[in-house]
Every structure is written in C-alpha cells, then in structure tokens.
C-alpha cells in the first residue's frame, strides 16, 4: 500500500473516530438528571428543555419551597382516593414559580406532583404559578391533583 493511500485511510478513520466522539459528547449534553431540575427551581431558575432525555424519576413535590396548606382532602371530593385516604390528613404544598417547558423530550422515569406519605399522614401537591408545557415523545408516567396546579 502506498503512502498516499496509507493516509487518506489513516485521515478516514480520523474522522469516524472524531465523528463518534463528537455524536457521543452531544448525546450527552441532551442527558439530564431530574434532580438537576429540583435544583434550577429551588434557585428560581426557569426550567427549558427540548430534545432532551430526563433520567430518574423527577417529583415537583421535592422542591424546598413548601408550606402548609390548612385544608383538609374533602375540599376535593376525587372518588378513587375517598377510600384510600384519611380525610384528616395535612395537606401540605410547594409552590413553584419557575416556568417549566418540555419539549420533545423523554422521561426515564416518573413525573410526579401529587404524593401521599402514610406514615407521616400528609399529602403533598405542587402547585405551579407559571406556565407548564409538557411537550414528549413518549408516554410518562404522572402523578398529579390538577386542582393544585394553575396551568
């Protein structure tokens, strides 16, 4: 093999090489951690993503701004929870006023702004104060009260 063949072969397989790595650096930027999205919000940050993949399970209900609602569940008669749940339970909410936008994105996990802890007695819900799009390419897996959240 001469050496004009040699190197055009060694600059092709260069170039594969360098394509893979730059294909694998993107695909990794495009990965995001649900907690990092917990974390944007706590700091008041808005919260846009298109393209998109969110590993874990991403609970609004985890936000730190969270306040005690003096309410009790039979504000929101829901018969499927009417058995379930204590009535007496605390109600407890976090507000979240960052803009959350999702687009063409896929979740890894569930999305979850509704959740009740037994053992404690309380339900907690989130409640958005801005715009929320959920725009995804596959079906997630949600959790919310809908009667909480003004969107």
């Known amino acids: 093999m001469s050496i004009t063949k040699k190197y055009v072969a060694m600059k092709n397989l260069a170039v594969l090489v360098l394509g ?39 609970d609004f209900t985890k936000a730190n701004n969270l306040l005690y609602a003096d309410l009790k569940l ?18 407890y909410y976090v507000e979240i006023d960052s803009k959350i936008e999702f ?22 819900n989130a409640k958005f104060n801005n715009t929320v799009t959920f725009q995804v390419v596959n079906h997630i897996q949600c959790f919310f009260l809908w009667e909480w959240s003004d969107c």
């Open 74 to 91: 039979d504000r929101y008669v829901i018969s499927d929870i009417d058995d379930m749940y204590d009535r007496t339970s605390d109600n």
């Open 20 to 58: 893979l790595v730059c294909s694998l650096i993107l695909n990794a930027q495009n990965l995001i951690d649900a907690n990092e999205i917990i974390d944007k919000i706590n700091r008041g940050e808005d919260v846009m993503y298109e393209n998109a993949i969110i590993e874990g399970d991403l």
């Open 103 to 124: 687009i063409n994105c896929e979740f890894e996990g569930a999305v979850t702004g509704y959740r009740v802890n037994e053992e404690e007695n309380r339900i907690y």
